[in-house]
């Protein structure tokens, strides 16, 4: 009898937990569409759009140039093309209520993929004005507990 109900305790203690944590999340949602691949049919061609979902301002730090940094992927045969640039510095991005920006990424299968999707996520990281800006962006962007928004599922092409 014990066990039943410690069973049925556990259970909804992990659905409240799994639902607050999608409840969370909800306020930015990442989109992810294959607009091309190329003629090398090692890489693929991604949109990424970013849509505050909320109904207040948000404010999250991304690089001005490698804003790749910013973005992990959910399957291991396939690397983020790095962005080459000259000036590259953390920068705000800025959403108004309901209001998107894209990013394009370039993805390289390294090798071959066990599945035949992955998603892409963006990794949240806040950065407060009184702060020395490379240094946080630098501690948030290498912490193994950052917050990360993932997308919908993207098929390998």
Known sequence: MMKNIFSIILFIL???CGNK?????QELILTANAIKTTNNSKELKIQ???TNNSES????????????????LGNSALLISPIECDKNFPAR???????SKTHNLTILK????????????????KIQ?????????EKQIKDPNIKIVWSNPV???
């Open 93 to 99: 991005l800025i959403l108004n209520p309901n209001q």
């Open 129 to 137: 004005d009184n702060s020395n800006y490379f240094d946080e962006y």
């Open 48 to 50: 990424i759009k970013l």
């Open 57 to 72: 301002v948000k404010s999250y730090s991304i690089m001005s140039c490698s804003y790749s940094d910013n973005f992990v």
């Open 14 to 16: 992990l659905i409240s």
């Open 21 to 25: 944590k999608h409840k969370e999340n």
């Open 155 to 157: 098929k390998i092409q």
């Open 110 to 125: 390294i090798r071959a993929s066990k599945t035949e999707d992955f998603k892409i996520g963006f990794k949240i990281i």
